[in-house]
């Protein structure tokens, strides 16, 4: 019989090779793939009166600001490889907080986002909330996918 140790070992092993796999049996790290690698940090951003964003920052050291999406326009902001892009949000499920869905799907020039996050309503934040834990699954027009998990907050502009 495996024991406990060997088994979760087993487990995660399958996990991270399953994580790293890229096109054509292109394989990685999940830290060194083409897909993760190629984000950059973004810029300050400003919000409108009424608008409400949720701002990921990775969980690696240091951490990097990665991504933020807004609730009105629905689109997803990042950096790609130098340049800033805006991805249509194409789908969303869960109760959303502060026009944040706890799931949604972003499509657009090629690149495809997936944003699962949950959240602390009970922060001292006003008109926002802490993401305690937040998951970006991100594929690009290669077939290279990378799963980045991270952590951020939900602010609004009043």
């Not at 070992?9 to 793939?33: D, W």
């Not at 984000?39 to 933020?68: D, H, I, Y």
């Not at 706890?102 to 909330?129: I, K």
């Amino acid at each position: 019989m495996i024991g406990r140790t060997s088994m979760l070992a087993a487990i995660g092993a399958v996990l991270v090779s399953a994580c790293a796999n890229g096109p054509a049996g292109k394989t990685g790290t999940m830290a060194g793939t083409p897909a993760e690698s190629s984000f950059g940090e973004l810029p300050a951003q400003t919000l409108n009166q009424g608008q409400c964003a949720l701002v990921l920052w990775s969980r690696k050291s240091p951490p990097l600001r990665f991504l933020m999406t807004l609730n009105e326009p629905a689109v997803a902001r990042v950096q790609i490889q130098g340049k800033m892009v805006e991805l249509a949000r194409v789908a969303q499920t869960g109760q959303p907080i502060y026009g944040q869905f706890p799931n949604q799907r972003y499509r657009g020039e090629g690149l495809s986002l997936s944003v699962t996050f949950s959240s602390d309503n009970m922060g001292p934040l006003n008109s926002g909330a802490v993401v305690s834990s937040a998951v970006v699954e991100y594929s690009d027009a290669q077939g290279w996918t990378a799963i980045v998990p991270a952590a951020g907050l939900i602010a609004c502009q009043s």
